[in-house]
């Protein structure tokens, strides 16, 4: 399960069905279909201090932070540490 996620201060904008961060549209070769919804946030969205903003690898189903009732998450709750990549096969590895 792949997750996209930008860092505080960072200013999310979704037009149609691409992301943009701070202005630069964000290539995600990974996404099987388009996204067809921006959740029911108002954009651009700039991201709290000490939060992120997160977004499942399903974009047409996914419940993350386009949504009001999810919104942005805490730092304080997330858990966890990427250290291995499984794709794109070219990028295969541990992350360091």
Do not use: H, Q, W
């Amino acid at each position: 399960y792949e997750i996209s996620c930008s860092l505080v201060g960072s200013e999310m904008c979704i037009e149609t069905d691409s992301l943009y961060i701070n202005g630069e549209l964000v290539k995600e070769d990974y996404i099987k279909a388009p996204m067809d919804t921006k959740g029911n946030i108002e954009y651009p969205y700039t991201v709290p201090e000490n939060s992120y903003f997160v977004m499942g690898d399903n974009r047409n189903a996914s419940s993350d932070s386009r949504r009001k009732s999810v919104g942005a998450i805490p730092k304080e709750n997330l858990m966890g540490k990427v250290v291995f990549r499984l794709y794109p096969f070219s990028s295969i590895g541990f992350i360091k």
